[in-house]
């Protein structure tokens, strides 16, 4: 597999990690149909975790399957499938090397009554597992913010030296922010740019409203030059600035339930912000395969059109 | 020993796992009279820890003797005996390779303020007891669920590298969830997906009833197809589905002393259902010895008829 | 040395420990007066700990020197001495093979403001100290009742792993329970129960009262054939019952301090319910060492009279 | 690079730090405009974990891209550069060698609700990345600040034993603290003292006002002879002799954005003291480079001055 | 260096300890000018950690300066010196076997809100510092105290096994404690006893005051043959008494600043009840050197006096 030049810019930026690292990235950027591109996109299916089986599989019953996120996500071209251990364990050895996975290794659920999770796989389990990264969950602005970041930090370490690549979802939530400043673009911006701090490859956030939520940073983005956030794709530069100067690979999640244009749509606002792309379960895995097939084979196409 | 296709069968699910843990399923799942059908019925004696010795054992004064209930899941022709440590240290040198037996790893006790249990066994003791696997309750919505979860991972992480199996007790309770919740079908389902997903090779859960307790899953389950809840063979179909589309071992706790007639009708709809199996003990043990072994041959032989 | 029978036949009760732990058991058993008759009296000095030193040594100022009470242990013909890490330290060496000794890994104080204890002694401490076996209190019913207990199995595995032996004091307090369930017959069992699931290969507890405190376990002794519990030596057969039916070594306190009529009355009635002995310190070492020797061979007597 | 008669003078306070500790420590006193002097001006970039990217580096935009950071460093001659993982990360290979870097190994943020900071590197990765120490904060007074002191300490023997330095900012709050007390001379010489008690080599501070905040403290300063503390360099003074009597090095923090007369004002009152060294971040990075560079510029001469 | 007849005693009541630690002890004994007569006179410096430094060191500013520190024990031909981990490393190569050490490992501040210590030092500190021994403060009563007294035994445990000495501060304090409390004559002995229960080989206590403060106790010491408690040398026999009947050394801390007048007195009172020594900060380093150094001469001379 040649690496193109792209893919070989991004490699660069991650110089202090080793070759295995750099090859685990490197495996996820040059899969699919997007291969080679510098974008991606993932399917990520903790939902089962997040909300339940029934609410997340329960609209198209064959999702109750593990296998079927794997082939669904080869079979669309994607970049890498993302799970907790049960849902990797259950066709790892099926699909082995067949598509990058990356094993997220925290988890919480809708009974909790906190804002934290449960870490439920190591980096062990990673590699006996064949994946190419670990994936973390971070609440920045949670009560648990500190011990989560800890916890990332120790998986973190491990998984670097042991060849793995680390993807944070960073997704502010805590006393201090209520619902609009979950998706602030200041509190976006700050979250991503914490896990690039945090030393993660890959981020994932959400992506941001026009809404401003710090009084201390109200006055910053009024009168310093920051990109037009009145448009996704201004919002979504802002972020990438954030993520080191657009030296750090983030991709944004789909949102709630929505219609394949609004998704779609929502694309052409990362792609355009320079965004690296889209990580997106519910809305993929819940419609019937052919629909889902033809909204990701929708949304590669925005990302395939040139930069 | 020639393992069956349907053991076989099931032995495939579980592709991730190693050489020694697939042995150790096999053991379970080709023991006693239901051996190679693909079901099983394992009896627990962990009541008294949980209840105290007279509420477990004074109704049948001969079960006090560790012994006896060995030889009562010998006799029985069952597919395996689990209890804690203590149980399990005074008769596994004399009933070594008798039974495959099942470590209950950690314990609650009717004096406890909170809703947790405290880590009892090792997988180290498995492993001199010859134990084929480990049990662990998890509590999803406890205040302690993400602590229980997190002494999961690592257990059965070991656990499952020195080629054991992983049994989880998973059950809801919590301050979101009432009496009628922690029985309720969604709540149950949810319950036996996260122990799936945490790596459970066998999950027990309770048989669930009708009630639906999210507010966020009850539009789910009105608008998709899901089984007809209404019957528990259906019920019991939806659990299933929830245990990775049926790919996953799944047992029913007997629950509450009851007559014979009601456990073996309950164990015709867990078999209906597709469920493979029950967990039962209370309701054997405190019967008189014929009489508890009357009532288990009643219950392999609904098991044993076929599917 | 050469076991008796009813030595063996007690030390096949522990039959999955390895022989170095069966060695200490027999240590302690074929010691002193009552060596060889399966019976055992232990003299405990965790009363400076728990009380304070002028509340335990005051009335007998030779007891303040550590080795007065091994030779007290020794010059009565005792089965074993117990003592925190100081005391055992100040005479190991002294008294080296001359009486098994039990190192309490554990201790509490009269300044504490919890039902918890501090682990005050490692395996690693018994070990070079010479000793024969670890003892460990818990607390069932308190708040802190799983920490314990986790920090028993912790204890215990080493233990076990390196040929000690372990005895569990297990003294139920918490918020659940008052000052008349501390000591209620169903409470006492339950802790007894409790400690042999836990491991342990000799239970400590308090001679319970007839109170039954649990509104769960009324019922049961209402309708269930429990001895007559209202002689103590019923509620001993009963204490015994919980301890595997009788396969566990059981010994109780000597409780407050009392005439030497009245203790000496106590181990009849332990006896004849066929509990295993005494483990009696306030009553001994407060007591001018003539009058202790004097009621440690009234006491040695009633155990060694026929069955 | 042959060390002057200053720096060896220094490096002699630590006499009991290994080889490897001491060439660290060399290599930042030796680096720069200010090399050999004994004097030093450091370049930290934790702005982005403790405020946010866009309060950080809107202001100056080239500063989102790590690189910024270690060619303003290395253009003006300054003595090291701090900043967390990410950061270090992303320019560590390229500027191999070109500066001493100080891996800042804790981090809070402005969503925190504690006083507390999350451990966000280690030692292993200030080794991987070929940094010349560690940087830790503390905050005496928090209701955390022993469990700070603690993480300190492993991590400081850690780092001492692999030879880097150990650099820690010592910044007090906490309930019994309030804004004015958080730079009063007593607590910020208390804040100082404890750093050097607890093993660093290079102590970071506030600049202190004149305002003594501790009852208890009063009466001292009253009645003892300690230097004129109506003078800033008088307030240095007294800092550096709770710094073992000067035999510490310490540097002091720019504080909030102010002018560069301001600025290089603080500069000659720390010079006068016989402070060692500025640490000096928002008020470079957040001007344009030519700007930044020409305040530096004025700082280094300050302190190039004679003593 | 030939032992004296009392060293060697008092080493014989340490019979459990290795020769490694002997020797530290033996070092301690026969330092200095009471080398060899079973008394010591230690320095501790933890003032500086304790009240700050101006309070500690203002009043005679050479003592900002930890060779200060050294020195003065030196030249007084004091027993030991003892720091934390700053003020030790800062002269330990200079001054190395030129007077034993004694690591103090845990400190407090008077920031601090909690009852509790930060463990800032280990047992790899001192032995790489050339310590002799290491110093930890307990506290008795506190919620903390559990969690104090295990770290003591970690360390504790960690440092015989390497050949040290274990020096414990036994301060009692806690809710159930008040001012009078904590000096109070049943409190300090049990605090004095608990210390060698976890294994002191050096205790250190403030010295008792007449007042008895548990209730429990009182009745105790109306009864019991305790020494005069009226006269200080009475008060310090009991406190022997609770160091295993004066088998374990006991030191008494100088307490507030007073007349050199008034510590030699003490000293007197210490020596008459047998006591071993004093451990005297503040009243020694807050006086000019001269004045130090007389003081400390005439508290030399009380304790050379003969029994």
Chains 1, 2, 3, 4, 5 share one sequence.
């Not at 659920?109 to 670990?134: F, M, P, Y």
């Not at 998986?155 to 960073?170: I, N, P, Q, R």
Request: glycine share 10%; net charge neutral; with cysteine.
């Amino acid at each position: 597999m040649k690496l193109t030049r792209r893919v070989k810019e991004i490699l660069s930026w991650y110089e202090s990690d080793n070759p295995g690292t750099k090859a685990n990235l490197a495996r996820i950027l040059m899969e699919g149909k997007l291969g080679g591109t510098g974008r991606l996109v993932i399917l990520p299916v903790d939902q089962g975790f997040e909300h339940g089986p029934a609410r997340s599989f329960a609209p198209n019953p064959a999702a109750y399957d593990p296998r079927y996120h794997f082939e669904l996500a080869i079979e669309a071209g994607l970049s890498a499938y993302a799970a907790p251990l049960g849902m990797i364990e259950a066709g790892a050895a099926t699909y082995a090397g067949a598509i990058p996975t990356i094993l997220k290794v925290n988890s919480s659920n809708s009974l909790s009554t906190t804002k934290d999770q449960a870490v439920t796989g190591t980096v062990s389990d990673a590699l006996r597992l064949g994946c190419s990264a670990i994936g973390f969950t971070i609440y920045p602005g949670s009560e648990y913010q500190f011990e989560m970041m800890e916890e990332l930090r120790e998986l973190a370490e491990e998984a670097k030296a042991a060849g793995l690549a680390v993807v944070v979802w960073s997704y502010p939530r805590g006393p201090n922010l209520d619902k609009t400043a979950e998706t602030a673009l200041d509190i976006c911006a700050y979250a991503a740019h914490m896990a690039a701090l945090l030393g993660a490859h890959i981020i994932k956030v959400k992506p941001p409203t026009e809404a401003i939520s710090l009084d201390a940073a109200k006055k910053t983005y009024e009168k310093s030059p920051v990109p037009d956030i009145s448009q996704l794709s201004g919002r979504i530069k802002h972020i990438t600035q954030a993520c080191f100067g657009g030296r750090r690979i983030v991709v944004f999640s789909g949102g709630e339930a929505g219609t394949a244009e609004s998704i779609v749509e929502m694309a052409k606002g990362i792609h355009a912000g320079g965004g690296n792309g889209s990580i997106i379960g519910r809305n993929t895995f819940q419609r019937p395969k052919e629909e889902a097939l033809k909204l990701l084979s929708d949304i590669v196409a925005v990302y395939k059109s040139s930069n």
